[in-house]
C-alpha cells in the first residue's frame, strides 16, 4: 500500500472511531402492516405468478408424484432430473412406475459427468422451494448441496414443488418465521416466473438466462 494512500486511509479511521455514528433503528412496521387472509395467499400468489406466465397445477401430499408425472407425459416431456437425496425426491421415485415416462435422471454424480445429458438431452428439472411470497408473487428457492442451483437453472422446465403451510405474507415474515439469521446458503432466490429478457432489440424472449417454463407443483394437504 502507497504511503499515500496508508495515510488517507489512517485519518478516515481515526475520523470513524472519534464520532462513531450508531445505526438507524430499522422501522418494519410499513412491511409488517402487509397482511392477507391465510385463504387469500395462493390465489393471489397464482394471480401474480400467471400473469409472467407461470404455470400451476394442483396436487394432494398422496398424488403429487402422480399427478406430476401423467402431466409431463401430456406435455411430451421425456426425463425429469430430480435431487434423490432429499425427501421429496425420495416420495418422487416412491410414486412413480419404474417403465413410465418421463425417465426419472437422478443429480446423483459431479455436474462434470452430467453435463453431456444435461445440456443435451434433460427436459425438466424438478426442486423443492420454502414456500412462497404472497406480496411479490414470489417462489422461495434454497439450492444445497443435495439440490444444487443446476436443477432449476440449465432444463428448459423449471418444476417446483410448494406445499400450501408454507405461504407467507412478506419476504420479512419468511425470513423471521424461517430463522434465516440462524444460518443461510450461500445463494437463495425468489423467482416469480421463467426466465426472460428483452436485451436484443426490445423484444421478449423466454428461456435465455435459464428455464423457459416454470411449473409450481401446488400440494394441498
Do not use: C
Request: zero cysteines; proline letters at 10%; aromatic letters at 6%.
Amino acid at each position: 500500500m502507497s504511503d499515500a494512500r496508508s495515510s488517507i486511509l489512517t485519518k478516515l479511521r481515526a475520523t470513524r472511531d472519534a464520532h462513531p455514528l450508531p445505526p438507524p433503528a430499522s422501522d418494519f412496521a410499513p412491511i409488517e402492516a402487509k397482511r392477507w387472509p391465510p385463504e387469500e395467499r395462493l390465489p393471489r400468489i397464482r394471480r401474480l405468478m400467471e400473469a409472467v406466465h407461470t404455470e400451476f397445477i394442483d396436487a394432494t401430499e398422496a398424488d403429487w408424484p402422480v399427478v406430476l408425472r401423467e402431466f409431463l407425459a401430456r406435455e411430451g416431456v421425456e426425463s425429469l432430473l430430480y435431487a434423490p437425496a432429499t425427501e421429496a425426491g425420495k416420495r418422487l421415485v416412491e410414486g412413480w412406475e419404474s417403465a413410465a415416462n418421463p425417465t426419472l435422471i437422478p443429480y446423483d454424480r459431479p455436474l462434470e459427468d452430467l453435463k453431456p445429458q444435461l445440456f443435451e438431452s434433460i427436459e425438466a428439472g424438478f426442486t423443492t422451494t420454502r414456500g412462497a411470497i404472497a406480496e411479490t408473487g414470489s417462489l422461495i428457492l434454497w439450492p444445497t448441496a443435495e439440490e444444487p442451483r443446476t436443477l432449476s437453472l440449465v432444463p428448459h422446465i423449471h418444476i417446483a414443488l410448494l406445499r400450501t403451510d408454507a405461504l407467507y405474507d412478506t419476504f420479512l415474515q419468511a425470513m423471521r418465521e424461517q430463522g434465516w439469521a440462524q444460518a443461510m446458503p450461500t445463494n437463495v432466490l425468489l423467482v416469480s416466473g421463467p426466465s426472460k429478457t428483452a436485451d436484443i432489440e426490445q423484444t421478449l424472449a423466454y428461456g435465455v438466462h435459464g428455464p423457459k417454463r416454470l411449473v409450481v407443483l401446488v400440494v394441498h394437504p
